[in-house]
């Protein structure tokens, strides 16, 4: 009786986000053991626990679970059947037995073939004209009976697109997405069942090359390293309502035609769109000879996500029609239309004006052009390409028939469509612009897989980016599922170089490599952040084979003593000091950057080996770690904190990755650290590696005043002069764009490239103070930073435990602090006052010590005796000796800056020593009017 009265009174938890594997925009999954997840809505209920989960299957089986799992939980029934349609629901209880409502029931169905089921073909055209010509491919069916359901199956060596009697059956573009095509294939799963009523229905494929036929390398030319031509296939199973089945597939039976209105296409290139055409000479298609079986897509596949109007209509200097939608954003364009037959419309895109003119030299070999030719005949004509996509802010607009109607032409965004999950904001204008181009960069980017870069004859998926960027990725996106399914295209092209990581993957350059440090510890370093930030533990198991045969390939690089000595290492790639042409030319050792990776992924393998039970391994790459750790400390770094290398990534990866633990050498050594940033006058003096971590090295020594000038610095380099300059995404280099507006020679010269905003994950870890400390977020660490020069932050993470939600402001009684814990975790407090406390889900608030404010400036004001240090630490005095120094002589100023040792303790003036007597007076002037604050 007291059971069913508990059962009775529900509680007002909710369960709620029920998925089976990783999509939430398909029913459709992977794995015929599809395991589940859900978060629990519990806000009136502070304190409220899951005690037990109770899941039902098609409103009868039902498993119950003791305790408080909830992500990626085991499914507890059968395997799936192949195009059985099935339902599921959850209820929670809390820890004393008071059960909640069902969830809202969660359709699930397998859309992976049996073993052995797949039979379609891959068919192309036959005759092909020349590479990577687009093709239409077609077939007319006859439906007889009723049909109680259809699944469709499709995967293409390219990208394709399939309709039923000339509608889409979905609105995936560029799909299946670029893969591994030697080794693996994806295909979709579509119920079709609502199209293919009683009578004949045509299925068309319209294919383009895309990603398989395009031309990959660097200098002139590329090279087809997959195939010549595009090639697709298909498979439509038909369950009629009588219970027989018909199976439908491509093979030599369907037509081919070359006729269709897409002419020519590339993913560089852009493409041909001819109105006028229309598919004729209809001709048997020729199968293809390919062995791979495709599998079932895991990830989100690339969809159309936003749309972008024009902002603005300019004309160049030469006379060109310029569009400026405002944004940098990767996609393409939707063009409405009307005028003769013939007339050509040249749509062109980049991301920068240079001299009010497409910036076009950015792109190297890729064309970047769309085509349009036009039916004619007085209605408007719609053009959308179908198989590129460009990354651009501007557009040209060449051979428009009469004025171009910039309400016409809108910018369609693609990427991956990965669920956002993360979103800041803080009282500085610039750090928000500065986040907000950091998500703009990473969904640009993450379109089929991680890219460098979205616009030149590049785009590849980097393994260094991918790396360094993953953490930041992992909080601004729900991006498990699609670097999962990258990891495993990173393990086959690792397989096929002998445990080597490649620096690309898919590896489409080809490059002879060795183990290069950052680049390569992509295969330890990815899927541990995914298993940390998602809880997704899988990750773990099915890349450990690739975790262990990189990290032996590092190992047997090193010496007896764990310090690398091998080559093929790229160092701090990007160092700002480093010449245009030279971007490898980095300040730190590259030797320090490639052990201090052995050390990382060793310590990472030997945790994955224990998460796994596999103890021997544990043991040995554990020992490896602490080897690595000494040589390091015996090689690198003095017993009085100073690194061989006194730079400042030398520092932050030693501090951040956990090589020094002796608190007095940390101490030490972030005192250096602070001396070396100091010394740069708080300019970003780190590459590509040491940029992520500089701001988690500075913090964890308790230099906030200079973790603060570092964030907040507007001179290049720094994270917000690109901001400053209008910037929409994040930028290859600090100066991409000098500051006359002109763009940097040097060939990587990219306008969006989300490397550099790997700082981001900072602002939630570190400035608004949440971290994950158990897989999945089931335990928070709340230490938000009180950061000189900021007056509140906040942001919300939705996580797979649920929302996550901080915050701080400062106020007049102190600084307000919240913190909202979802029901599946808990909360470890390091606030002020508030140490060690442990607290459960809910709302929590609380008033903290002042702490973080800018200091005051020195006794006695600013003027030309204060040290140059003292100056250094202040942005308003900075920024008066500087700006009144580029307003008086630019060159001068540039020379000032550089020369300067900003650690040194000796009078401003002594390092002005050739200033011009009046412009002294200005400086002065400038540091007078600051009073006594200025800090």
């Known amino acids: 009786m007291e059971r069913a009265r508990r059962e009775c009174a529900l509680v007002s938890a909710r369960v709620a986000a029920l998925r089976a594997e990783y999509r939430r925009d398909s029913p459709f999954v992977a794995v015929a053991e599809p395991r589940l997840s859900w978060i629990v809505d519990a806000a009136d209920q502070p304190g409220w626990e899951q005690g037990a989960a109770e899941i039902r299957l098609d409103g009868k089986a039902t498993a119950q679970l003791q305790g408080s799992d909830h992500a990626f939980v085991a499914w507890p029934f059968p395997p799936l059947m192949p195009r059985c349609v099935h339902r599921v629901e959850v209820r929670v209880s809390d820890t004393v037995g008071e059960w909640s409502d069902w969830s809202a029931p969660h359709e699930v169905r397998l859309g992976a073939l049996a073993p052995g089921e797949w039979r379609a073909q891959f068919i192309g055209l036959a005759a092909p004209e020349r590479p990577a010509q687009p093709a239409l491919l077609r077939r007319t069916i006859e439906v007889g009976a009723p049909v109680a359901h259809a699944t469709l199956y499709a995967t293409a060596l390219g990208a394709l697109s399939v309709s039923i009697d000339g509608r889409d059956i979905d609105d995936t573009v560029l799909s299946p997405g670029w893969t591994t095509y030697g080794e693996r294939i994806l295909h979709d799963a579509v119920d079709v069942t609502a199209l293919l009523t009683a009578g004949a229905h045509e299925i068309r494929i319209a294919l383009t090359g895309a990603w398989y036929t395009e031309e990959y390398g660097f200098g002139g030319e590329g090279t087809r390293i997959y195939g010549e031509q595009p090639a697709a296939a298909l498979q439509l199973h038909v369950h009629y309502a009588d219970g027989s089945e018909e199976i439908i597939v491509t093979d030599a039976g369907w037509e081919a035609s070359a006729g269709g209105e897409v002419t020519a296409s590339g993913i560089y290139a852009g493409e041909t769109i001819d109105h006028r055409r229309r598919p004729d000479a209809w001709a048997p298609a020729a199968v293809v000879a390919h062995d791979v079986v495709p599998e079932m897509r895991a990830a989100e596949p690339v969809r159309r996500v936003d749309e972008i109007a024009v902002q603005q209509v300019l004309r160049s200097p030469s006379g060109a029609v310029l569009l400026d939608f405002g944004q940098n954003l990767v996609g393409r364009l939707r063009v409405r239309v009307a005028g003769p037959e013939g007339t050509e419309v040249v749509l062109r895109h980049a991301e920068v004006l240079e001299d009010g ?529 580029r307003d008086a002589d630019p060159e001068l100023a540039a020379r000032i800056r550089s020369r300067t040792d900003w650690t040194l303790r000796s009078p401003l003036a002594a390092v002005l020593f050739d200033v011009p007597g009046p412009v002294m007076g200005q400086i002065a002037g400038a540091l007078a009017r600051l009073g006594s604050g200025g800090r």
């Open 357 to 885: 003119e497409l910036g076009i030299r950015p792109l190297r070999r890729a064309a970047a052009t769309d085509r349009l030719i036009l039916a004619g005949g007085g209605a408007d004509e719609v053009f959308e390409p179908s198989g590129t996509f460009h990354g651009f802010r501007y557009a040209q607009v060449d051979g428009w028939p009469g004025e171009v109607d910039p309400a016409a032409i809108t910018a369609v965004v693609l990427r991956t469509d990965m669920v956002r999950t993360a979103w800041f904001d803080s009282s500085h204008a610039l750090l928000n612009r500065l986040h907000e181009n950091v998500v703009w960069s990473m969904s640009g980017n993450f379109l089929s897989i991680p890219t460098d870069c979205p616009q030149r004859d590049e785009r590849m998926g980097w393994t260094g980016d991918a790396q360094v960027f993953a953490p930041t990725a992992a909080t601004l996106f729900d991006c498990d599922a699609m670097l999962g399914s990258w990891l495993r295209d990173l393990e086959i092209a690792q397989n096929a170089l002998g445990g080597v990581v490649p620096f690309t993957v898919p590896d489409a350059l080809r490059f002879p490599v060795g183990p290069t440090a950052a680049w390569g510890d992509a295969a330890t370093i990815v899927p541990s952040v995914l298993a940390d930030r998602f809880g997704d533990r899988a990750v773990i198991a099915g890349q450990y084979d690739s975790m262990r045969a990189w990290t032996d390939r590092l190992i047997a690089a090193a010496g007896p003593e764990g310090v690398w000595q091998g080559d093929s290492q790229l160092g701090d790639w990007l160092d700002p000091s480093a010449p245009p042409d030279q971007p490898g030319a980095s300040k730190v050792d590259a030797a320090i950057v490639a052990t201090a990776y052995l050390f990382r992924s060793a310590q990472l393998t030997a945790r994955a080996a224990r998460e796994l039970g596999l103890i021997d391994d544990e043991t040995r790459y554990a020992a490896a770690a602490e080897r690595t750790r000494e040589g390091f400390l015996r090689t690198f770094v003095t017993a009085a904190g100073r690194m061989m290398s006194d730079a400042p990534t030398a520092y932050a990866l030693a501090l951040t990755f956990g090589i020094v633990d002796e608190p007095a050498l940390r101490t030490a050594l972030g005192d250096r650290l602070a001396e070396v940033t100091r010394r740069e006058a708080f300019h970003i003096a780190t590459g590509f590696v040491g940029t992520p971590l500089i701001l988690d090295a500075l913090t964890d020594a308790g230099h906030l005043d200079a973790a603060a000038r570092l964030l907040l610095q507007e001179e290049s380099p720094s994270w917000l002069h690109p901001v400053t300059m209008g910037a929409t995404t994040v930028w290859e280099r600090w100066d991409s764009m000098l500051e006359d507006g002109s763009i940097n020679p040097g060939e990587m010269t990219s306008f969006n490239h989300y490397a550099l905003g790997a700082v981001v994950d900072w602002f939630y870890r570190r400035l608004v103070g949440v971290a994950s400390t158990e897989p999945g977020y089931r335990r928070i660490r709340f230490a938000p930073v009180f950061l000189p020069g900021i007056d509140h932050a906040s942001a919300r993470i939705d996580t797979v435990a649920g929302t996550v939600a901080a915050g701080w402001r400062r106020t007049d009684a102190g600084i307000e602090v919240s913190l909202e814990v979802p029901a599946h975790s808990r909360a470890e407090l390091d606030v002020p006052g508030l140490q060690g406390e442990d607290i459960g889900s809910g709302q929590h608030t609380w008033v903290v010590a002042n702490a973080g404010a800018p200091a005051s400036g020195p006794e006695g004001g600013w003027n030309l005796g204060t040290p140059v240090r003292v100056v250094a630490d202040s942005a308003a005095a900075y920024r008066a000796v500087i700006d009144t120094l």
